[in-house]
């Protein structure tokens, strides 16, 4: 069974879910400015989520790290 799942709506399809067992990552974006959820497992068993700011399709590598998460 998975511990992490996502699910995604849109105007043109129906809702889709995905599950993860250790991480999961999701980048929804425009052309210049995106944000990226990303999930993962911790060794003690927690989940811990990261956000972080993108410059979208233009340049998905480029990254600012906004906010973590933590699993009590």
Same mark, same amino acid.
């Not at 889709?16 to 995106?34: A, F, P, S």
């Not at 989940?47 to 973590?68: H, M, W």
């Given at each position: +069974?998975?511990?992490? $799942?996502?699910?995604?709506? #849109? %105007? #043109?399809?129906?809702?889709?879910?995905?599950?993860?067992? =250790?991480? +999961?990552?999701?980048?929804? &974006? /425009?052309? %210049? @400015? /995106?944000? *990226?959820? #990303?999930? #993962?497992? !911790?060794?003690?068993?927690? @989940? =811990?989520?990261?956000?972080?700011?993108?410059? /979208?399709?233009?340049?998905? &590598?480029?990254?600012? !790290? !906004?906010? *973590?998460? $933590?699993?009590?």
């Amino acid at each position: +069974m998975s511990k992490l $799942y996502c699910s995604v709506d #849109s %105007d #043109s399809q129906k809702t889709t879910t995905k599950g993860g067992h =250790k991480e +999961m990552n999701v980048h929804i &974006r /425009g052309w %210049d @400015i /995106g944000i *990226e959820v #990303s999930a #993962s497992i !911790l060794p003690n068993g927690k @989940i =811990k989520f990261a956000v972080f700011q993108t410059e /979208g399709s233009n340049n998905p &590598r480029a990254t600012n !790290l !906004l906010d *973590e998460v $933590y699993e009590k």
